[in-house]
Nanobody, 124 residues
Framework: QVQLVESGGGLVQAGGSLRLSCAASGRTFSSYDMGWFRQAPGKEREFVAAIDWSGGSTLYPDSVKGRFTISRGNSKIAVYLQMNSLKPEDTAVYYC?????????????????WGQGTQVTVSS
């Protein structure tokens, strides 16, 4: 059974930091690109960050560039999102995602597996 399990969400004040983690199991995720998306209440799910299977390439939208950093564990089956200088508008449910074949670099992104999500709330 394929599973992506997120952790690390919570409540933080504006300007603070959080580190999200995603543990993958059930397939050879070391060969998958991994990423993060988020969805705020009443809004569509949006892309936040992606990292390729090797960890050598990353991608961010302008809204988080310079504040968020995505990385992979040494085993390549865990992925992390370090979020700094958080803003109230970063409040959302954050989802881990996995894709093969460069799907996360497509517009719109093509995701093959989703996690269940973890809540991030940034207070002003």
């Amino acid at each position: 059974q394929v599973q992506l399990v997120e952790s690390g969400g919570g409540l933080v004040q504006a300007g603070g930091s959080l580190r999200l983690s995603c543990a993958a199991s059930g397939r050879t995720f070391s060969s998958y690109d991994m990423g993060w998306f988020r969805q705020a209440p009443g809004k569509e799910r949006e892309f936040v960050a992606a990292i390729d299977w090797s960890g050598g390439s990353t991608l961010y939208p302008d809204s988080v560039k310079g504040r968020f950093t995505i990385s992979r564990g040494n085993s390549k089956i865990a992925v992390y999102l370090q979020m700094n200088s958080l803003k109230p508008e970063d409040t959302a449910v954050y989802y881990c995602a996995a894709a093969s074949g460069g799907g996360l670099w497509e517009l719109p992104p093509v995701v093959h597996y989703w996690g269940q999500g973890t809540q991030v709330t940034v207070s002003s």
